[in-house]
């Protein structure tokens, strides 16, 4: 199968690497010398500067060149670059199959990756997310990992999945577009608050129970919205919220705990040199949790710490003072 990676940041060079071993694969990227350079040293010195690409993997800064002929195209850019991305796309191959990879809102308009794509491609595009428990580097890595990919159109979910199926990277097909986004997106907000539990030495204890009582948020919202219970449950839910709370690969967890360290936001991001998603959708997750009436308060904590000067242990300790109440509500 053609494929064509669209974004070579450190998520969309690990999927192409691990793609490149079964498929014709070309990675783009904008930049023309972060491409020459890739295509030189077969490194990505930025990314994933320990991690050899494979001579199979191909690339250009041309995004016309690497989507001539593509069976199908994967979007692996930050949220808030897809809708432009996708723009480029429709005029050079207007109908090519498209799977995203990203997790987030876009900034602004509180929409989620799918209603981007329908307001930009054709209605008759095939299309899907794949989302679900990944670091990058482990997936560059060729070490077992397995994702969701969802599509409204399950005969091809089913072939997509398929078809970047491997045994080092598992992909199981889904229906529930929102289900799987919405737990991508949240998790990142989630990871946030856990690392600073974390750095404020709460212990494992707290961090389970931020886990748990996270994963109750982000069903509450995804029920609301349409997305089924099954799916929060899975790798796209509890999966990568999970990973995403307790791996020091997390770039989101990383911002909480040098929150609990003192160090302001801005220096954080920074000093990272990756985007953080959950630092944005939190504002969104929360604006859109209060449209819908729906309770989240560890989302509303990290909202506070990030941008109402909330200081992260007084956010922590007002978690923990919340009144209790039944654990499940009929």
């Not at 989507?67 to 930050?78: F, H, S």
């Not at 191959?93 to 930009?120: D, I, N, Q, T, Y």
């Not at 990944?134 to 969802?150: C, D």
């Not at 598992?170 to 907000?189: C, F, I, Q, T, W």
């Amino acid at each position: 199968m053609k494929l064509a990676v669209l974004g070579a940041g450190a998520w969309g060079t690990a999927l192409a690497v691990s793609l490149a071993a079964h498929h014709e694969t070309t990675l783009w990227a904008r930049n023309a010398a972060q491409v020459a350079g890739m295509a030189s040293q077969r490194r990505n010195s930025r990314y994933l500067p320990d991690i050899d690409l494979p001579d199979s993997l191909r690339f250009s800064s041309d995004l016309a060149l690497a989507l001539c002929g593509a069976e199908l195209m994967l979007a692996v850019v930050p949220s808030g670059a897809l809708r432009p991305l996708l723009r480029e796309v429709a005029k050079l191959a207007p109908g090519v199959p498209v799977v995203w990879a990203c997790k987030g809102f876009e900034v602004g308009s509180r929409k989620l990756p799918h209603e981007v794509v329908s307001e930009e491609l054709l209605p008759s595009t095939p299309c899907g997310v794949l989302s679900g428990p990944s670091f990058a580097r482990e997936v560059a890595l060729g070490l077992p990992t397995a994702l969701t990919l969802a599509s409204r159109n399950e005969e091809f979910a089913r072939h997509s999945a398929l078809a970047l199926h491997s045994n080092r990277l598992r992909v199981y097909a889904s229906s529930d577009v929102m289900g799987v986004e919405l737990g991508g997106a949240v998790k990142n907000v989630l990871a946030i608050a856990a690392g600073i539990s974390d750095g404020m030495g709460f212990g494992h204890n707290a961090r389970a129970a931020l886990i748990t009582r996270g994963l109750a948020e982000i069903t509450r919202l995804g029920l609301t919205l349409g997305g089924r219970q099954e799916t929060f449950m899975g790798l796209a839910g509890m999966g990568d919220l999970i990973l995403t709370c307790t791996g020091d690969l997390s770039r989101n967890r990383q911002v909480g705990l040098q929150l609990a360290q003192g160090k302001s936001l801005e220096a954080i991001l920074r000093d990272l040199g990756h985007v953080a998603e959950g630092v944005n959708t939190a504002r969104e997750v929360l604006q859109l949790a209060q449209e819908h009436g729906v309770d989240m308060p560890i989302t509303e904590a990290v909202y506070q710490v990030l941008y109402q000067g909330l200081a992260p242990r007084t956010a922590v300790e007002g978690l923990l003072n919340r009144v209790p109440s039944a654990e499940f509500k009929n």
